[in-house]
């Protein structure tokens, strides 16, 4: 059965007509669904013979919520399960500018870092562009209030899911949906090269983060499997093609790790790769798991990071910690969900 989530108005329209109906109804019925209603019984201004039709052929794939924690800072983390039961999760972050949510783009992972829960298993499938709506619409639902800004930071590869990325970013921003614009989404990669090229040609104007969290190939062949396939050098080269194409600051995610890659000397190497990039780094004291063996750099060591790395004139920020008395960080929670599911 299709999704209407997955479907453009046009797309939709095109359905309908087809189907023999009016096209002006596909609107009327995206009206109720962007505005959180998705049971076609409570459409008041379909007609019932179209209600029907539409539940022989269409659904409206909104997660279910299986398990939902809010933090002692409002952080809301979501375990929500698929229609065919695969488990994501996502975050809603409050901040003053609005309601920022985190999306899954894939059930599990298969890059294999080594700072994130959410490949332990590997990857299990892709996740449509309609389930990453449905994400934020669940969202929008539970807050009663706007998502305003996107992350596409939670489970999965987003550029290993290119299509369906491409696809979400389209209906994202539609004005007759959700109208989040390209400014308000920001797409973390790990650094898939090729894909970054192909990206940066699509000439959008969303924010590109990189996953580097180490300066060099051998440090970050310790922690990033994919380094082995692409080297740094050759990621900087597709950021510097993406930048040219797109005149858009790229943002580098540097998780800190208490002893790998938190000391002074990789901060002044991190700061002379940079240099003279158009870049922001957000430094992430990263999430402790349990299963690895990392853990977060001291407070001291990580304001030092950050002074140095601005003192050469490098913006950076050190990401605010949301939710980490609730397992906030990606993939930790669908992880102990099917750990204790198991052992029962
Ligand atoms: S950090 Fe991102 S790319 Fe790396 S394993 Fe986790 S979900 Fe995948």
Redesign the pocket.
């Known amino acids: 059965m299709k999704d209407l989530l997955d479907l453009t108005l046009d797309e939709f329209k095109s359905e309908l007509i087809s189907q023999g109906e009016s096209g002006f109804r596909a609107k009327q019925v995206f009206d109720w669904i962007y505005k959180g209603v998705f049971d076609y019984n409570d459409m008041k201004n379909i007609p019932q013979a179209l209600k029907d039709k539409l539940k022989d052929g269409f659904k409206v794939g909104i997660p279910k919520v299986v398990e939902e924690y809010t933090s002692n800072d409002g952080t809301k983390k979501l375990l929500v399960s698929l229609e065919d039961g695969n488990l994501i999760e996502c975050v809603i972050m409050k901040y003053i500018h609005g309601n920022t949510i985190c999306i899954s783009t894939q059930v599990g ?1 298969r ?3 080594k ?2 829960a ?2 332990l298993g590997g990857v299990i499938r892709n996740i449509t562009s309609g389930e990453m709506i449905g994400q934020i619409l669940l969202a929008q639902n539970i807050l009663g209030e706007r998502i305003s800004n996107v992350v596409l ?1 939670g ?3 987003p550029l290993d899911n290119f299509d369906n990325v491409m696809k979400f970013l389209e209906l994202v921003n539609a004005e007759y949906g959700l109208n989040i614009g390209q400014r308000h989404i920001t797409l ?3 650094g898939i090269v090729p894909k970054i090229y192909e990206l940066a040609d699509k000439d959008l104007s969303i924010t590109l983060a990189i ?1 580097l969290h180490a300066f060099s190939d051998e440090k970050r062949r310790e922690i ?1 499997p994919i380094a082995n396939k692409y080297s740094i050098k050759e990621i900087m080269d597709a950021c510097a093609y993406y930048i040219d194409k797109t005149n858009r600051r790229i943002t580098f995610e540097y998780s800190l790790v208490k002893g790998v890659n938190d000391s002074k000397e990789d901060a002044k190497a991190l700061a002379s790769l940079l240099r003279g990039v158009l870049c922001h780094v957000n430094l992430i004291p990263v999430n402790e798991i349990k299963e690895k063996e990392y853990r977060k750099s001291s407070k001291e060591d990580i304001k030092a990071f950050e002074a140095i790395l601005k003192s050469h004139g490098i913006e950076a920020t050190v990401r605010r910690e949301m939710g980490s008395d609730i397992n906030a960080a ?2 930790q929670l669908r992880r102990s969900y099917l750990e204790t599911r198991n052992s029962n």
């Open positions: 992972c890059m294999g870092c700072f994130c959410s490949t930071m489970s999965g590869e973390s990669t790990c996953s990033m990606c993939g």
